[in-house]
């Protein structure tokens, strides 16, 4: 069946724009996370979703990034005035509930000039 | 607080060598440990996992066991083949979030 989706691939953009990055999980699973990876690093926990809801946004690194699963299903990452910082892959994981393995989707590379 | 330490690479082997790749955390309690497998151009994969101590992990020929009086879960493989070339990475699982390792790039040569 079909794997977690992101969309876009690639996406460039300048300092100070605005930003989406979308995840679609695989179908039924109930659990989503969202991961950021700088170049040479490991994944880094930004936020998990049960449902709707954000169970926990502790890695969310400031109030420039904000993320929604409104209907428990589809997730959009939002960043606001973006920095060169940001530039990272952003990888997105589905899991059926919070105690089954997650499995990963390919991730969107953002580059901010 | 949590976090995962794995060997720097990358990690250059012929075909046929004998892999290990280094692993150790430090976290509160006794948390799942993970292994994750990145190839070219793919996402990341579950190679393997132990879910308490003792626990050896398996897949693919590759092994893990969960060392809690050494904090370590490395990963070894008795023969690497050309197709084993990619990054890997140890996990653990904190709460319901996953904490990573930098990951190591491994080459295996023909």
């Known amino acids: 069946g079909a794997g977690v989706s992101q969309t876009p691939s690639n996406k460039v953009t300048e300092k100070g724009k605005y930003v989406e990055l979308r995840c679609d999980p695989i179908s039924g699973h109930t659990a989503l996370y969202w991961y950021r990876q700088s170049l040479g690093q490991g994944p880094e926990f930004l936020i998990y979703f049960q449902g709707t809801g954000a169970a926990d946004d502790s890695g969310l690194p400031n109030d420039r990034f904000f993320a929604v699963r409104p209907e428990g299903s589809v997730s959009t990452l939002k960043i606001q005035r973006t920095e060169r910082g940001d530039s990272a892959v952003y990888l997105c994981?589905?899991?059926?509930?919070?105690?089954?393995?997650?499995?990963f989707g390919p991730g969107t590379r953002l580059t901010v000039l | 607080g949590n976090s995962v330490t794995q060997m720097e690479g990358p990690v250059t082997l012929s075909e046929e060598a004998f892999l290990t790749i280094n692993c150790t955390y430090t976290a509160t309690g006794y948390p799942s440990l993970f292994w994750y497998v990145q190839y070219p151009g793919e996402g990341l994969q579950l190679l393997l996992k132990a879910t308490k101590a003792d626990d050896k992990g398996s897949n693919k020929g590759f092994e893990a066991t969960y060392r809690k009086e050494t904090t370590s879960f490395h990963l070894e493989k008795g023969s690497v083949q050309v197709s084993d070339s990619a990054v890997y990475f140890c996990?653990?699982?904190?709460?319901?979030?996953?904490?990573f390792g930098a990951g190591t790039i491994l080459r295996v040569k023909s």
């Open positions: 996990a653990l699982k904190y709460g319901n979030k996953l904490v």
């Open positions: 994981a589905s899991s059926p509930t919070t105690n089954n393995e997650q499995f």
